[in-house]
């Protein structure tokens, strides 16, 4: 699942319910959400980006990694620390989809 709205992967000891525990009780096999208030914007170009390196066949840990640094390096947004992702860092999407 990729929640992509504020606050969707937030986990503390102090919240046990939510959008993470919620969806991996119900059987996803993982969940991407951010930890904090997230600007619309931001998360807009992220989505778009992330699913672009995702259905190419990049595997999940290397897209978020390689997005961070994309948008650290490129715009000096570091927002991209915001998301976490409680899965297997190494699932891809395979046969990847063919580039628009």
Not at 25 to 33: D, F, L, T
Request: charged share 20%.
């Amino acid at each position: 699942m990729f929640i992509n709205a504020c606050e969707s992967g937030e986990l503390t000891p102090l919240f046990y319910g939510g959008f993470v525990s919620y969806f991996l009780a119900k059987g996803a096999r993982g969940v991407i959400g951010t930890e904090c208030k997230t600007p619309a914007l931001f998360a807009s170009e992220w989505a778009k980006a992330f699913f672009d390196e995702l259905f190419a066949g990049t595997p999940l840990g290397e897209t978020v990694l390689t997005l961070r640094r994309r948008f650290l390096a490129d715009h000096a947004n570091p927002l991209g620390l915001l998301y976490g992702v409680h899965c297997d860092v190494d699932t891809v999407v395979s046969p990847a989809l063919p580039a628009r």
